[in-house]
DNA sequence: GATGAATGAGGCTTCATTCAT
DNA sequence: TATGAATGAAGCCTCATTCAT
């Protein structure tokens, strides 16, 4: 029944915005009453922080599975990173929009743990960008944080417009990507 | 007033969000009642637009302005609305995080009248890009629809993260991100 | 501007009711502000009171032209008051129509003061009937009051339902129902 | 308690109409909050509805019974359904008045199904006085359906005026007004 | 005569939450 | 586990009315 409701919700949160989903709309579709809601969440806030940690602590686990494969170039590694978000947008990407949009409505301790995650995230990256930049892989000089954030920049704002079922599939958008972000789009 | 009105709106729309910004808190601070707010606006979601209007006629107008001096390469011409949207982060920050974030509070009419400009914001951008494949500033074979989105994930997403007072000037942070999207990050 | 004004309220009156029709709804057509309508008249009640004393007046009036014509037999003058009240309908059916609703918005002396005349209008047709049925044009027997109550029901109620464009014509009407009041309908 | 709702509303409804009646006014009185009727009904419409499907309802079915029933003339049918609507002025006034004065107030589907059960009543009426003369009971060459009109406006304008607490009584009032459409008044 | 800005009270409705069962 | 009744706070919006100009 949990299970129920976070992916219930998740949908409903996508479709509809945090603010503009109440508990109703929930529980409506699964034909239980709020009273069932409370049994297993003690407050909305709280079904939005379960949704965000496992996207967050997901995403994270398999970041760590790629930077720890010693096997890999360290544009291999962005590379690979990069794959695993935009692909994740087909069954993911519900979650993912969740995620990127409804922060906001979390609170105190729940902001600052989701945030600190967030940016251990974004901290990988740019230790494998300095990583290749320092062993020559990457151009000497940039400002690999900037540059962090603009390939997350990159693959987050995917989220907001990429369909999977248009005439891109995800990999060959997470290729073309790749290459936009290793070599540019001048001649 | 009216002007008095929306600049507080956006204020409180960038900090709190749409839906958790009561009428009541917009005209709290102004020091009217909420009567007066509805003798300029006709509903929130009216006030909503109007910003939205506001931000991307501004900005498509702008964008007309680089695209029409002829005497620009189209990687100039890029590289001016990418400094276009990087620099407007530190007046028009506000109003633009409103935008990217509340466009989904809009309903009917209005939602597909902000889409519409907002497409055409972005096909401008892609019909540069094409130009100059065609004449052979920018590498031939890319997705010039794909790409074009990148580089809209890259400067839409510093919204969300560049503070213009941190140690990269907002025109520093153009200049990173135009040289990232021509010349990628590899060595 | 103060009988356009008059004009407008009693047609926004019967179509969407007193309560439903704003001072706002009543300027707009007659382009001009609700600062003008406070300016003819005190209040949203005073303007209900205007229209509730012409109708009854110019009613009031015009039995009593009726009721002075020494020339009538008792049943000629009931018989010319149904046919005032139902003709009127083509007209006088809006005003009549608000008068007939919306009296519940007036208050205290206004009430009282538009009940009084009602009042005498319906006595003045109790007197007919009696004085019929003292000259034996009427039934010995009946019950005045209540019989008259019956006649105001038929004409009253007829504002609620008929339709002057209809196939049965206004005064066509009057004569159906001067007979039924007279004959009954049974063999 | 949507019962007690239910009651209450229909008082204050009558009492001071359907708009000038708040939802906090029908609560207040029961002690609950405004909250609780909300859990009742979906609008303050709805309760309208309620009231007037609950009446007309009930009112159609005992119309069917007496019409049901082949033992009687005509005019005995007639008869009691003048009957009916005359005594029910007592026990159900309040929802009758409610019904008579607030239609106004329901919109689009409600209202015309209300009409729609409404015209049927009218329209039994109206084929038994048919009835009635073809078999000569009634006078032949009547316009029904008028006379019909006539017969409802004295009842249903009788719920405006008739006090069952004065010096007539329902029955009586319901013999006087029998008599009246039967028989007319005329000597 | 007429306007335009502003008010303030009140109305309908939504909704997260609680709690006894 | 789950329900159903109830709460109460807050939100959006409407509107008659006032008043300086």
Same mark, same amino acid.
Request: net charge negative; hydrophobic share 35%; glycine share 6%.
């Given at each position: 029944?949990?299970?129920?409701?976070?992916? *219930?919700?998740?949908?409903?949160?996508?479709? =509809?915005?945090?603010?503009?989903?109440?508990? *109703?709309?929930?529980?409506?579709?699964?034909?239980?009453?709020?009273?069932?809601?409370?049994?297993?969440?003690?407050?909305?806030?709280?079904?939005?922080? @379960? &949704?965000?940690?496992?996207?967050?602590?997901?995403?994270?686990?398999?970041? #760590?599975?790629?930077?720890?494969?010693?096997?890999?170039?360290?544009?291999? =590694?962005?590379?690979? !990173?990069?794959?695993?978000?935009?692909? @994740?947008?087909?069954?993911?990407?519900?979650?993912?929009?969740?995620?990127?949009?409804?922060?906001? #409505?979390?609170?105190? %301790?729940?902001?600052?743990?989701?945030?600190?995650?967030? %940016?251990?995230?974004?901290?990988?990256?740019?230790?494998?960008?300095?990583? /290749?930049?320092? &062993?020559?892989?990457?151009?000497? /000089?940039?400002?690999? %944080?900037?540059?962090?954030?603009?390939?997350? /920049?990159?693959?987050?704002?995917?989220?907001?417009?990429?369909?999977?079922?248009?005439?891109?599939?995800?990999?060959?958008?997470? @290729?073309?990507?790749?290459?936009?972000?290793?070599?540019? !789009?001048? *001649?």
């Amino acid at each position: 029944m949990k299970e129920k409701i976070t992916t *219930q919700s998740i949908k409903l949160f996508e479709k =509809k915005g945090f603010s503009q989903t109440s508990i *109703q709309d929930i529980v409506n579709e699964l034909e239980v009453t709020k009273g069932t809601f409370y049994y297993y969440f003690s407050s909305k806030e709280q079904l939005l922080m @379960d &949704i965000h940690l496992d996207y967050i602590t997901n995403l994270l686990e398999r970041q #760590h599975r790629i930077l720890d494969n010693e096997n890999l170039l360290q544009k291999e =590694k962005l590379s690979n !990173i990069v794959r695993l978000l935009i692909t @994740d947008i087909t069954d993911k990407g519900p979650s993912a929009r969740v995620f990127f949009r409804e922060v906001r #409505h979390l609170t105190n %301790d729940n902001i600052e743990s989701i945030k600190e995650k967030r %940016d251990q995230f974004r901290l990988n990256i740019e230790k494998t960008i300095q990583e /290749g930049v320092t &062993i020559g892989e990457f151009r000497a /000089g940039i400002r690999t %944080d900037m540059v962090t954030f603009g390939l997350l /920049g990159i693959t987050n704002w995917s989220y907001q417009w990429y369909k999977p079922d248009g005439d891109v599939s995800a990999e060959e958008l997470a @290729d073309i990507y790749v290459d936009m972000i290793l070599n540019g !789009i001048e *001649q």
